[in-house]
């Protein structure tokens, strides 16, 4: 069973004012972090979709970058096009967002193995909230297309099609970097090995 993962990365960052792969977290690029937290997780190939700033990227050690030319029409065409990437080996794959660094390798690996015991697609649930990690099984990648436009990723698709899905709890948290106050946040910084 091989399960990918996929780091969704694309976006210019308007309210932070640059891109949030950019960003530094305690001494990495919030990119590089989530490439690792995936890797840490067990998913391997790890791919990691890019637009904005593509250019002045860091390195991404372990990860294919996988452009994306249509950045600015939002995160559904990023999502479209990270899945397209993927090899044809991969059976699934774990799906993360670039600004959301409270994520662990803890709940990545909850996911995955929610799938190995079956689940069609798995969310991270925090306090029964689903968030991510999003395990997405490839038999649902073509269901999941028609709801991945404009800034909309896979969120539509799991709303619609809840019997699908099985939320499995998790710890960290699913909080997002938007604006410069939210890398103030006072929440624990999860250091990754």
């Known amino acids: 069973m091989t399960v990918a993962g996929l780091v969704l990365a694309a976006g210019a960052g308007r309210r932070l004012g640059r891109p949030k792969a950019l960003l530094d977290w305690d001494g990495e690029p919030l990119l590089r972090r989530a490439v690792r937290l995936l890797h840490l997780g067990g998913c391997d190939p790890v791919h990691a979709v890019?637009?904005?700033g593509a250019g002045r990227l860091p390195a991404l050690?372990?990860?294919?970058p996988v452009v994306n030319p249509w950045w600015r029409d939002g995160l559904g065409g990023s999502l479209l096009r990270g899945l397209d990437s993927l090899p044809d080996v991969a059976d699934a794959v774990?799906?993360?967002l670039v600004d959301q660094p409270w994520l662990t390798p803890a709940a990545v690996r909850r996911v995955r193995a929610?799938?190995?015991?079956?689940?069609v697609v798995a969310v991270a649930g925090y306090a029964g909230r689903p968030g991510h990690p999003v395990l997405l099984s490839r038999a649902t990648w073509p269901l999941v297309a028609p709801y991945a436009t404009g800034d909309r990723g896979a969120r539509d698709f799991l709303r619609a099609r809840a019997d699908l899905v099985t939320v499995v709890p998790c710890d960290g948290s699913p909080a997002d970097v938007d604006t410069p106050?939210?890398?103030?946040r006072v929440h624990p910084r999860p250091s990754l090995p």
């Open 50 to 52: 890019v637009g904005a």
């Open 94 to 96: 774990v799906v993360v």
């Open 181 to 184: 106050v939210d890398l103030a």
């Open 114 to 119: 929610a799938y190995a015991a079956g689940a």
């Open 61 to 64: 050690p372990g990860a294919v």
